[in-house]
């Protein structure tokens, strides 16, 4: 019995851990698709976010069972309670990816993203994807120092919206409101992604430590 | 030891009920703070937003408690997960209160809101409270009706929403670029808002019936 219950809590990680992998190429695929304006990526992107919400829906029963039928205590209640949190980060972050797939599809076959802003869409792209691997591989390893990082990531993301709004509020911009309103709002979808990721490192440090990471107060990660 | 575990299990409900009312407070002087462009109550909704905060961090632990001590099982097990999932949804609302009301601050003097969209906002705002106050009524009242009415209040803040993208994509929109990026972000604010009194609506009908409720995708609540 109790094999199997560690089995089964494994499973979950592991689960957590292939999501995560999901949710990169999603995020991934829906910046092609915005940079490259190619509507066939982007309609897939869509389409598989149902996927993610399949995983979602999956990993929270499961969670759900083990809390029922094994009734964990200490560090795997942590684990289990922070799984709860942590697929629900992975989910969003899916959905984030459909919403800016969304904006590339509305737009085709124009570009949604204007020449002076591509630089700085595909940075906070890169630091998306990156920030998504190093809480699935704090996932994998328990390795807090790779969670603590992801923090001076964030800060970078912070730094690109700031960038993007002095761009397209300038007195040169000249690719309209509509372009304008489009930026902000795929800003606010990077950003969100990053937020979501940082969210799941401060959950991972408080699984493997038992303590809510310094600084910030914990419900604001 | 059985009666305190169903005051505390009592209490964590009560304690959502009572958030829910914070929130409902915070989005409605948010609101205040950004037609009326009232700089003392923006102030005041971003210093409060730690106020919830706390609140998050109190009923999470509690939570965390109850399911370490109580092994609790079938509907008080979905009462305590579902508690979790809330909890956080209340403190999102609370944080996208402060971002409204950030905006107010960073445009006062001036309104951040243009003349042709201000009933709009109004409307917005309005269907926003309705819907917490009927979140956190079912809550207390565990009435599924009520939780079943939430869907519609969010088509009219989704075609609220349509329409703003009109006025501010058409061409006789004659208050720049600034004014169109800020109501794009408040619109998806108070969509937002919206968007996490739903997926509490859809909690409680889970905790009451034991049924993910109809219609969508469960996760996508």
């Given at each position: 019995?109790?094999?199997?219950?560690?089995?089964?809590?494994?499973?979950?990680?592991?689960?957590?851990?292939?999501?995560?992998?999901?949710?990169?190429?999603?995020?991934?695929?829906?910046?092609?698709?915005?940079?490259?304006?190619?509507?066939?990526?982007?309609?897939?992107?869509?389409?598989?976010?149902?996927?993610?919400?399949?995983?979602?829906?999956?990993?929270?029963?499961?969670?759900?069972?083990?809390?029922?039928?094994?009734?964990?205590?200490?560090?795997?209640?942590?684990?289990?309670?922070?799984?709860?949190?942590?697929?629900?980060?992975?989910?969003?972050?899916?959905?984030?990816?459909?919403?800016?797939?969304?904006?590339?599809?509305?737009?085709?076959?124009?570009?949604?993203?204007?020449?002076?802003?591509?630089?700085?869409?595909?940075?906070?792209?890169?630091?998306?994807?990156?920030?998504?691997?190093?809480?699935?591989?704090?996932?994998?390893?328990?390795?807090?120092?790779?969670?603590?990082?992801?923090?001076?990531?964030?800060?970078?993301?912070?730094?690109?919206?700031?960038?993007?709004?002095?761009?397209?509020?300038?007195?040169?911009?000249?690719?309209?409101?509509?372009?304008?309103?489009?930026?902000?709002?795929?800003?606010?979808?990077?950003?969100?992604?990053?937020?979501?990721?940082?969210?799941?490192?401060?959950r991972i440090i408080y699984v493997i430590t038992g303590e809510a990471p310094d600084g910030e107060n914990w419900p604001n990660a």
């Amino acid at each position: 019995m109790r094999e199997t219950y560690h089995e089964e809590l494994n499973d979950v990680v592991n689960q957590l851990v292939s999501m995560s992998s999901n949710v990169r190429t999603q995020v991934h695929d829906a910046t092609r698709a915005l940079l490259e304006a190619d509507l066939r990526i982007a309609e897939r992107v869509i389409a598989d976010d149902a996927r993610l919400d399949a995983m979602h829906e999956q990993i929270e029963k499961q969670c759900f069972q083990l809390l029922a039928r094994q009734a964990p205590v200490a560090g795997e209640l942590r684990t289990i309670v922070a799984a709860l949190r942590m697929v629900f980060e992975l989910a969003r972050m899916g959905d984030l990816a459909a919403h800016i797939a969304k904006i590339a599809r509305l737009r085709y076959p124009e570009h949604a993203v204007p020449a002076p802003l591509e630089a700085n869409f595909t940075r906070m792209a890169q630091l998306a994807d990156a920030m998504i691997a190093a809480a699935g591989r704090t996932l994998d390893d328990r390795d807090v120092e790779e969670a603590s990082k992801l923090a001076e990531n964030d800060e970078e993301m912070d730094e690109l919206r700031a960038e993007q709004f002095k761009v397209l509020l300038a007195d040169d911009w000249e690719h309209g409101v509509e372009m304008a309103v489009d930026a902000a709002l795929l800003g606010r979808y990077y950003e969100r992604i990053a937020d979501h990721a940082v969210a799941m490192g401060r959950r991972i440090i408080y699984v493997i430590t038992g303590e809510a990471p310094d600084g910030e107060n914990w419900p604001n990660a």
